[in-house]
């Protein structure tokens, strides 16, 4: 659904007489499927909004390529335009609108006519439950409600593959929680969902496949239980009476495990399935056990063991 | 057809939230009242006309004009808050005409310009001011052009500087000596030669003295068409050239 080779760019800022060239995306390859929700994770200034901006005919990319719902980004930007959604990191509402004003006229912006941009509003507010503030200005609005009359702003006009730059980010947990929702739904109606955030658990919660990006570029893609695997694994953590555990280590000696004084650590490669064959095989050495845990490894692990960095510190 | 239809979501747009925002009827009118109560009278002995018909039919026309070039001007602060409300770039997603960007918003300017123009020739009259019915529009149309053309230059600057510490300074410093040399406020038949000469080179002047001829009743005067001319060839190079910044990178 989106496809990119190579895609860069960089940008002149001046810092009073100097000129300073920020590299903010370099060479970015991406493969967005069909229905999913793609997530980009990066920390702060990582290029994620550039890239979006580029995807969305915002800014063009100094060098690459990207078709979009079947449209090439360099050759037709404006059939581009026509297919996709786009939500702001920073919001797009007016002050001093109402949200159905807001919705009725990127509707018809669109292309809707007058009766089609009011139908279509008044079922977006619907499904988005803003019908109750629909008539208010948006400055009266909560952030988490301003934030889901951007995404409805977004979806308007129905296109195949929405871009939400940072949807959550600002929302108390509840309202983060409804946003999640808020996208599932719009992936079961059938949309290819492109979402940026630096949340490790939305990333992990949210979406089906992600990118990691630092500093301009991809260090890594994949689905975040892929992601997570790749680093080691999980970790099942048995814990034993300090007599047992020779007999432990001898009844799961198929496994990659160390053993320690009071427990034995098996490395697996899907923990959720290992735990039972792990039961089975102590049960059947007649080895009493004393606890079982199963550590996962985050996607905070990925992005240290790529970048040398931890996301939650930068 | 799209172009039109583009433009008048835009136009229509911008129309409601100036309307449901009433203050800029009420400052834009208060302001130029003062100037035709309290200036005004002050001309007749510095004009040596013997009547005040005579001296509004040379003040009001230069007001007119003072009031399309400054109103025009300063539009661009409104873009900036768009800018960063993320308006513009809503806009900018989708596939609106970028030509139906601009346009939309200088025409809001150019019909709020002429409502105000209305305003202040009707109490013109009631002080006496005598102008014939069409010579009266053309000389809207010239304050169109005008409007036209200053407010796309702001829209232009706007996304240029893209904040208002930089658009404030800038416009001040870039209408104070347009103003001063456009003869608006007095006519330039009193200034020394060279002067005079500068003023020539300012496309404004010749736009005043265009307006001021129509209010004459001299529609014959070679003043008003080259009036026209200069400012409607003025305001088509600043729309084109403000449309192809609404078409390029904004943030
Ligand atoms: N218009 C611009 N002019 C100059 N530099 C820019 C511009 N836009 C972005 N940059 C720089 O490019 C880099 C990437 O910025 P970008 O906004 O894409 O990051 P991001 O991943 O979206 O970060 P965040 O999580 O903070 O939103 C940053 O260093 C930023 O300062
Ligand atoms: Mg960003």
């Known amino acids: 659904m989106i496809e990119t080779r190579g895609l860069r760019k960089s940008f002149i800022s001046r810092q009073g007489r100097e000129k300073k060239t920020v590299e903010a995306v370099r060479g970015v390859d991406l493969n967005v499927a069909e229905g999913e929700i793609f997530g980009f994770l990066g920390p702060n200034g990582a290029g994620k909004t550039t890239t979006l901006r580029m995807l969305a005919t915002l800014i063009e990319p100094d060098d690459g390529t990207a078709t979009i719902a079947g449209a090439d980004l360099r050759a037709d930007p404006g059939e581009v335009r026509r297919r996709i959604g786009y939500v702001a990191q920073g919001g797009s509402t007016w002050d001093d609108s109402t949200a159905r004003e807001e919705l009725v006229l990127q509707a018809r912006l669109y292309g809707a006519s007058k009766a089609e941009a009011l139908s279509r509003s008044a079922h977006v507010l619907e499904s988005f439950q803003l019908s109750e503030y629909a008539d208010r200005k948006c400055k009266t609005y909560s952030g988490g409600q301003r934030r889901r009359v951007d995404i409805a702003l977004g979806i308007i006009h129905e296109p195949r593959v929405v871009f939400l730059d940072e949807p959550t980010t600002g929302l108390d947990p509840q309202s983060r929680a409804h946003m999640w929702d808020e996208v599932r739904r719009l992936r079961a109606e059938g949309m290819t969902v492109f979402i940026t955030t630096h949340y490790l658990d939305e990333a992990d919660a949210l979406c089906d496949r992600i990118s990691i990006m630092d500093n301009g570029e991809i260090v890594a893609s994949g689905t975040p239980a892929d992601l997570k695997r790749e680093i080691s694994g999980d970790v099942v953590r048995v814990g034993l009476p300090v007599s047992a555990v020779s007999a432990a280590a001898s009844a799961l000696e198929a496994y990659k495990l160390e053993t320690y004084e009071d427990n034995v650590r098996l490395y697996v490669d899907d923990g959720a399935v290992a735990i039972p064959q792990i039961l089975r095989a102590l049960d059947a050495a007649g080895v009493p056990l004393g606890t079982i845990e199963l550590h996962r490894p985050s996607l905070d692990d990925v992005f240290l063991t790529k970048t040398g960095r931890s996301l939650r510190e930068s | ?251």
């Open chain 2, 1 to 251: 057809m799209k172009l039109f239809r583009d433009i008048s979501l835009i136009f229509n747009r911008q129309m409601q939230l100036l309307l449901r925002n009433p203050v800029w009827i009420v400052v834009g009118v208060f302001q130029p009242v003062m100037y035709l109560l309290l200036f005004a009278p002050l001309l007749k002995p510095a004009l040596g006309v013997r009547t005040n018909a005579e001296a509004y039919e040379i003040f009001v026309p230069g007001l007119l004009v003072l009031l399309a070039i400054f109103g025009g001007l300063f539009q661009g602060f409104g873009l900036i808050a768009e800018l960063r409300a993320g308006v513009i770039e809503r806009s900018r997603v989708t596939p609106v005409s970028r030509v139906a960007l601009l346009l939309g918003r200088s025409l809001r300017d150019t019909v709020s310009l002429i409502a105000q123009a209305v305003i202040i020739t009707l109490l013109a009259l009631a002080f006496d001011l005598r102008v014939f019915l069409g010579n009266l529009l053309l000389a809207y149309l010239m304050l169109a052009l005008i409007s036209l053309m200053t407010s796309a230059v702001s829209y232009g600057v706007a996304l240029v500087v893209k904040s208002e510490d930089a658009l404030a300074p800038l416009m001040n410093t870039v209408a104070q000596p347009l103003l001063l040399l456009s003869g608006i406020l007095l006519p330039m038949t009193y200034a020394p030669g060279w002067l005079q000469g500068v003023a020539d080179w300012n496309p404004f002047s010749w736009a005043v003295n265009g307006t001021r001829a129509l209010f004459r009743g001299d529609l014959g005067a070679p003043d008003v068409w080259q009036g026209l001319l200069i400012m409607a060839v003025l305001a088509v190079l600043a729309v084109a050239w403000a449309a192809r910044l609404f078409a390029k990178s904004v943030r």
